[in-house]
């Protein structure tokens, strides 16, 4: 059954009129006229009682039209639904994360995104860094925010605003007060170190600023999180260098102190498949532009 003649029916039933219901519809009368008759004989039922100056639905016609009424609507819905999502206001994006892009600029990206677009589901994964480049490469997510300095074939990435690394002391240390700590001071410490089989470029990027003070740090302790580093060396467990942002995390117990001489920046970016053409994801980008620095 062809769609447009569904239209025909509905307009006709509403008017009770060729002439008004062909004019609605910019048509002419015998194209209205012929193809209500091939949707009655299709159906096998006269749908309108029809005379040189009276139009009237039947029965049939009546029932006919409350279910033909449903279709339209069913399908003007989906048309709106493809225009939507076409212009990537509307659907679902999948977009990962660590636990410490709580505190850099994830959140104000995301509802940027959400004002933008506000019909699109958005759901989000704690995931590490390496697991979500394996998801982004498996097309498994459509963004992630990751600790990562270089990125596999295939993905694209831009960097977020920049944070950079303090140092992460117990609130009893005797530096803890301090108005800056030179990495010397803590050649005798334990240091509670950021697991490097989860995300390389944090471990590696806190080992660089040890080598350049020429410093080898004793490892007590491998976390996960950034904010297990931090709670651990809460509990008084050894000492950290850890993200700046991390401050706003609350956590008791502890002092964020600059590192005298130092503002080593932390690795952090946006990464995406680029080959990825979601329109939703085009949208995300866009919104996500304005927190982001402008080179890799």
Not at 1 to 10: D, E, I, P, V, W
Not at 96 to 111: E, L, N
Not at 186 to 192: G, I, N
Request: proline share 5%; hydrophobic share 50%; net charge neutral.
């Amino acid at each position: 059954m062809k769609l447009h003649l569904l239209r025909y029916f509905a307009v006709l039933a509403e008017e009770l009129h060729f002439g008004r219901a062909a004019g609605r519809l910019a048509i002419t009368q015998p194209p209205l006229s012929s193809g209500i008759k091939a949707l009655e004989e299709e159906l096998g039922v006269r749908l309108f009682e029809r005379s040189s100056k009276h139009v009237a639905l039947t029965a049939a016609g009546q029932a006919y039209l409350a279910e033909v009424r449903v279709v339209l609507d069913r399908v003007a819905s989906a048309a709106e639904t493809a225009r939507a999502v076409a212009a990537g206001l509307q659907g679902r994006l999948d977009i990962g994360f660590t636990g410490s892009m709580v505190y850099r600029d994830m959140p104000r990206i995301v509802r940027a995104f959400g004002q933008r677009a506000p019909g699109i589901e958005v759901q989000l994964r704690e995931l590490s860094s390496s697991e979500q480049l394996d998801a982004l490469l498996r097309r498994q997510l459509h963004a992630g925010f990751v600790n990562a300095a270089t990125m596999p074939p295939h993905l694209a990435c831009r960097p977020l605003a920049a944070d950079h690394f303090v140092c992460c002391l117990p609130e009893g240390h005797a530096l803890a007060h301090q108005a800056s700590v030179a990495l010397g001071a803590l050649e005798q410490e334990s240091f509670v170190m950021f697991a490097r089989d989860v995300a390389p470029a944090n471990h590696d990027n806190v080992i660089a600023l040890f080598q350049r003070a020429g410093i080898h740090p004793r490892t007590r302790h491998a976390a996960r999180q950034w904010l297990t580093v931090v709670s651990l060396v809460a509990l008084g467990l050894g000492v950290a260098l850890v993200p700046a942002s991390l401050a706003q995390a609350g956590v008791q117990g502890v002092r964020f102190v600059p590192i005298a001489g130092l503002h080593h920046p932390t690795v952090g970016v946006l990464a995406w498949h680029e080959e990825a053409d979601a329109p939703a994801l085009r949208v995300f980008l866009e919104c996500a532009a304005p927190f982001l620095q402008s080179g890799p």
